[in-house]
């Protein structure tokens, strides 16, 4: 156990003399941590039909929410809620059986919070604001010092202890953590202008001409939607904006913008705060909320060095962890032998005598004799029949791939029975196959 920063509960002056690596204080303990899992994740097509983006699976083992529930956990903050609404079910169960092991004995919790009319009867969560809003009574009884507004569908490694430290030390009222963007970039952002001591003094909301960050021309600041709060000053907010007729309700849209020239509100950008990759990489974050992003993601990860390091010990990504046997290749003849090259192959899987390149196996996939598997994706519980080729794939939880099947050669083809993305990524469902799924996904 790592020796903790002497902090005081509302020590304006958040600095320790040797800062250990997960940036651990009595701020972070007094900090409730709040994430938005509620969203479908539209541009991720049949992937998102039966479940919700946060939901959906990643890395061969985790499911996208993994990732910053384990910032929480990794940099201190045991008291979290996780507000969902869209296809939810799968989401819950995952929580529940993998998320179970915080005690509540001593204050650690992760409490599900599903959109439940609790402020009027004719709506569900509005706007990210709103599903703060209306779970207001619930953050109240937590009676926190600090609250977290997280994002539940990027895929990144935060210390959030040291945002938090960093809001302490500047006495703001309000905290948005920012990617540093090229500027021509920044126009698909809220982009954040700061002075010389990262004070916002202009919030726009995907700009035409956006403002850069002093001292590094042709950069920009885009918001993370990570947002944190002094407690009692988000509660007023929040009231404030409910009871504003023309308001969406919205974070990046109304909050943030009335509250710029108002109070203390200030910018820390994501590479003073993130788990460092080392060799001198960018801070890797990814929102993967397309077919194309998503694949791309999966596909980074069968590299030799990752831009994301899932093997780090010291900043481990925690999920649930199903009880299966090794991953199992077997036959070694010429034309049917089984084998992996540069890919991830998770437990429970059979390779039978088939090839896989450049491709990542979730749990419990079967892939019988004489397939040829490149630069591919397959959800857990998959099945592929024998002679069956695939490139640039990417199959959905509990598809029986047909024998003989070939995908991922003839875009034109492909078309009539599957979703091709822009950039050629063949998305495949059980439904596409005309089978039926009695499992949750």
Known sequence: MKAE?????????????????????RITKNTYAMILAGGRGSRLHQLTDWRAKPSVPFGGKFRIIDFVLSNCVNSGIRHIGVATQYKSHSLI????RGWSFLSGQFGESVNLLPAQQRVSEQHWYQGTADAVYQNLDILREA???????LAGDHIYKMDYGKLMAFHVEKRADMT??????????????????????SRVVKFEEKPANPPQIPGKPGKSLASMGIYVFNARFLFEQLVRDADEPHSTHDFGKDLIPYMVSKYRVFAQSFEQSCVKMGNGKEPYWRDVGTIDAYWEANMELTKVIPDLDMYDQEWPIWTHQEQLPPAKFVFDDDDRRGMAIDSLVSGGCIIS????????????????????IEDSVLLPQVNVGRHVRLKRVIVDKCCNIPEGLEVGFNPVEDRKRFHVSENGIT???????????????
């Open 353 to 372: 005598g088939s090839t896989l390149r450049r491709s990542l196996l979730f749990s419990n996939v079967r892939i019988h004799s004489y397939c040829s």
């Open 427 to 441: 998305l495949i469902t059980p439904e596409m196959l005309g089978q039926k799924v009695h499992s949750i996904r």
């Open 176 to 197: 948005v953590a920012c990617l540093e963007v090229p500027i021509a970039e920044a126009s698909a952002f809220g982009v954040m202008g700061i002075d010389a001591d």
């Open 143 to 149: 009676d926190p010092d600090y609250v977290l507004i």
């Open 5 to 25: 920063p002497s902090f005081q509960k509302n020590d304006s002056q958040a600095v320790a003399e040797d800062p250990p690596l997960r940036f651990v204080s």
């Open 93 to 96: 169960q995952h929580i529940q």
